[in-house]
């Protein structure tokens, strides 16, 4: 198989598994626990901690872990709704945030607050214009991504930030396709929020999370005892936090040249494709894209039965098929992308264990694909 799927999620590291099995076995204790079994716990617990808390330049203390990025996502949005009610009632995010930023922001809509949704152009980047214009006495909170999960488009972070901040504006940003395939320094970026997912960084599913600045506000969204500094009960999952902590010391060695190693293979794959496919349209600026990320469209194909004619290419598509027609992603509809362009793309994402082998193994799977009678007549 070859795998192009990373955005997606990506394979749990074996040094990873290997700390996952060190915790599971010999250090299995409850952390809250007071006897020495549990304090084995904790101490483990707390070097992953400081571990995440290194590669993201934050204060150990700043770090919470959760079960993933929707819930790091949903503890910001709807615990800042509720702490700042009734007084304060307007949210500002993009129209290509991640379904667990657009739906909490859908269901405080429903329920009375404000939410806008401010466009981006073409190339998937939010429009600073609109942005500012958006700003209210009443807002409280702008949540916008890093990176996006389908173009790679990187967010102008710092830039929001800094409106943020000249507004009392609180500013979340949804990271987790960003941290672990470019750097993440969260006080050049200057965010009071930042959210991180396990499995898009080599760590197991079922784990994620949080940072919040020192002194910022929250409101739990979920109530029991005082695990996380109090933000969030529940006993600890040692082994899962273990291995996301393990999966940021790797990330943070693994900078040093995967970005550059990834896009290098990236731009080989996209020439290679170009070549077999002239009308091959591309999706965002290859500089203001993540290095490992590629989304292209094949206009006049449908990409699920291109996928389909290679079984052995894990990827994704832009739109997806339901009894006869088809619906193409928020994201790209966002982007200005025709129906016709958007129903033919491809998501491509590369990761650590991609090599040039692979990359000219996917290009001559879409060539034998892209000759073949079935894709080729497939329409729109």
């Not at 910022?216 to 009960?233: M, N, S, T």
């Not at 650590?352 to 009678?373: C, P, Q, V």
Request: aromatic share 6%; proline share 5%; net charge neutral.
């Amino acid at each position: 198989m070859i795998y192009l799927d990373y955005n997606a999620t990506t394979p749990v590291d074996k040094r990873v598994v290997e700390a996952i099995k060190e915790a599971m076995i010999d250090h299995w204790g409850n952390p809250s626990s007071g006897h020495v079994i549990g304090k084995k716990g904790k101490k483990m617990l707390e070097q992953a901690r400081s571990n995440l808390a290194s590669l993201l330049d934050v204060m150990p203390e700043e770090i919470i872990f959760t079960s993933g990025g929707t819930e790091s996502n949903n503890m910001v949005i709807l615990g800042l709704a509720s702490h700042y009610a009734p007084k304060k009632r307007h949210i500002i995010t993009s129209a290509i945030e991640h379904p667990s930023v657009l739906n909490p922001c859908l269901y405080l809509l429903e329920k009375g607050w404000d939410i806008s949704f401010v466009p981006v152009d073409k190339n998937g980047i939010v429009d600073i214009t609109a942005f500012k214009k958006a700003i209210r006495p009443d807002t409280f909170l702008a949540t916008i991504m890093l990176a996006n999960n389908e173009t790679g488009a990187i967010q102008p972070i710092q830039e929001l930030a800094s409106i943020c901040s000249k507004h009392e504006i609180l500013l979340h940003c949804d990271a987790a396709q960003a941290v672990g395939k470019i750097e993440v320094n969260i006080k050049e970026l200057g965010v009071d929020y930042l959210t991180v997912a396990g499995h898009k960084l080599y760590a197991p599913k079922g784990i994620g999370a949080l940072f919040v600045k020192k002194g910022r506000p929250l409101e739990k969204i979920l109530h029991g005892a005082g695990q996380e500094y109090g933000w969030r009960p529940g006993t600890e999952p040692v082994p899962a936090a273990v291995g996301l902590g393990m999966a940021a010391k790797i990330s943070a060695t693994k900078l040093k040249h995967e970005p550059t190693r990834q896009q290098q293979l990236r731009e080989r794959l996209f020439e290679g494709l170009k070549n077999i496919f002239p009308r091959l349209v591309r999706h965002g600026l290859p500089d203001k894209t993540l290095p490992n990320t590629l989304s292209v469209s094949f206009p006049g194909l449908l990409a699920n039965d291109l996928l389909a004619e290679m079984d052995k290419l894990c990827a994704s598509t832009g739109a997806a098929c339901h009894d006869r027609s088809v619906s193409i992603s928020h994201v790209l509809g966002a982007m200005g992308v025709s129906k016709d362009v958007a129903v033919g793309t491809v998501r491509l994402s590369l990761g650590y264990y991609t090599d040039e082998d692979e990359i000219d193994e996917a290009i001559t799977m879409f060539e034998s694909a892209l000759r073949n009678k079935k894709a080729g007549s497939s329409r729109p």
